[in-house]
Structures are given as structure tokens and as C-alpha cells.
């Protein structure tokens, strides 16, 4: 079947501006993880969602990133007022619930703040 | 919090021969789970294999093994037969276990592999 999907794959952007990022987890997953990857840093957890549980946000870094998940499938990151330290790779995993619940990342969005 | 350390930011191997990648963690836990994902320049990450603390028995996944050792909080990542596709980048990474749903992962700094043809 299909994996996790993310758009855009790049994305450039000024200083200030906002900026939304696409993730479309696997069918049938309820769990779903966003993932900063930035250079020399690794990845550091976000912000994740289960099922119809409200959020676990103790991951993002300000009050400029928030994040939804539609209909318990497809999540928007958005960043707002992007900062140069933005510029990351972002990346979002999805997994079936439960105590395993291995996690499944996409691809990834570069984000560019100039 | 948990941490999880690698200690050698870059290894490289000769096609054909074995590599063994480091990973150490630290936790107050008992029972939780470890990862190891590949990252090639493509940037999807890919699991390579997964063990469960509970468990006694080394994971293994066709070329890749595991030397997992509990008491030592040790989690390193053997591949044999290197192959040149397997370059990349490795992140070890652990997870706590959760009734209630899942948890996120706590990852590593990550190994730059490099296969010598």
C-alpha cells in the first residue's frame, strides 16, 4: 500500500512569512508524528496525534508552530512569522497504535526561510 | 528524559565486509523499545530493525543484527556483507511504551555510513 506522503517535498520562503506543510499518513493509522530534522541537531520530536485524543504539543519549539489533523487522517503544520532557524527538514511519520506502534516516516519537506 | 548517544559521527566500510555502529542510551525504564532507521540522500527513513527490551534474543533482519546488552544500555547495529546501497545515514532511537497510545521517539545524532567499493 501506499506510505506516508508529504508536500510540498521543498519550500522556499522569506523571512515573516507563514508557511504550511502537508502530511498524508498510511490508511488505517492513528497515530501521527511530526519530526524536525535540522542540521547538526537530529531529530527532535514536534508534536503528535492519536486517534481523537487531543494533541501531545510538548515538542513544538514556539507559539509560531501549531499543528490539526483533519478527520483523523490528513495533517497541516504551519509555521507562523518563519525565522532562518526554521530551516529544517520536517518530517512526518504515522504507526497503528498499540505498545509497538513502529513508526513509518514520509519523505520530508525542506523548508528554506531566506 | 531519555537520551540515546552514537558515538561516531562517521564510519566507513569496505563493500563486502561488516561494520558495527555504537549506540548507548539512558533510561530509568524497564521495558521500552529500540529502533535503528536508515536515511539515505533521498531523506525517507527507513527502519532497519527493531528490538524489544523484554527480549533476550538479538534481533535479526537478513544482513543486519543487533548486540542488544540491557545492563550495559548498549544497542549497537551490525551489517554484514556491506553493500554500496547500504550508505547512509543511521539513527538509533528509543521509545517508551505506552498503554494509552504512542509515544514519540527520542533519536540519536545519527552515523554517516560510507561502503568503499
Known amino acids: 500500500g501506499a506510505g506516508v506522503s508529504q508536500s510540498p517535498s521543498n519550500k522556499v520562503t522569506e523571512k515573516g512569512k507563514d508557511v504550511e506543510l502537508r502530511c498524508d499518513p498510511i490508511s488505517g493509522h492513528t497515530a501521527l508524528y511530526w519530526y524536525r530534522q535540522s542540521l547538526g541537531q537530529g531529530l527532535e520530536f514536534l508534536i503528535y496525534?492519536?486517534?481523537?485524543?487531543?494533541?501531545?504539543k510538548s515538542g513544538l519549539p514556539s507559539d509560531r508552530f501549531s499543528a490539526e489533523r483533519t478527520g483523523g487522517s490528513v495533517s497541516t503544520l504551519t509555521i507562523q512569522r518563519t525565522q532562518q532557524e526554521d530551516s529544517a527538514v520536517y518530517l512526518c511519520?504515522?504507526?497503528?497504535?498499540?505498545?509497538?506502534?513502529?513508526?513509518?516516516f514520509g519523505p520530508g519537506t525542506r523548508l528554506t526561510v531566506l | 528524559a531519555q537520551t540515546v548517544t552514537q558515538s561516531q559521527p562517521e564510519m566507513s566500510v569496505q563493500e563486502a565486509e561488516t561494520v558495527t555502529l555504537s549506540c548507548t542510551y539512558d533510561?530509568?525504564?524497564?521495558?521500552?523499545?529500540l529502533f535503528w532507521y536508515k536515511q539515505p540522500p533521498s531523506r525517507q527513513m527507513i527502519l532497519v530493525i527493531r528490538q524489544e527490551a523484554y527480549k533476550q534474543q538479538n534481533a535479526t533482519e537478513n544482513r543486519f543484527s543487533v548486540n542488544f546488552q540491557k545492563a550495559a544500555k548498549s544497542f549497537s547495529l551490525k551489517i554484514s556483507d556491506s553493500q554500496l546501497g547500504d550508505a547512509a545515514m543511521y539513527f538509533c532511537a528509543y521509545r517508551s511504551p505506552s498503554f494509552a497510545g504512542n509515544t514519540p521517539l527520542v533519536f540519536g545524532k545519527g552515523t554517516r555510513l560510507s561502503v568503499i567499493a
Open positions: 511519520a504515522s504507526s497503528l497504535a498499540g505498545l509497538v506502534g513502529t513508526q513509518y
Open positions: 533510561t530509568s525504564e524497564s521495558d521500552y523499545y
Open positions: 496525534f492519536q486517534g481523537n485524543s487531543a494533541p501531545d
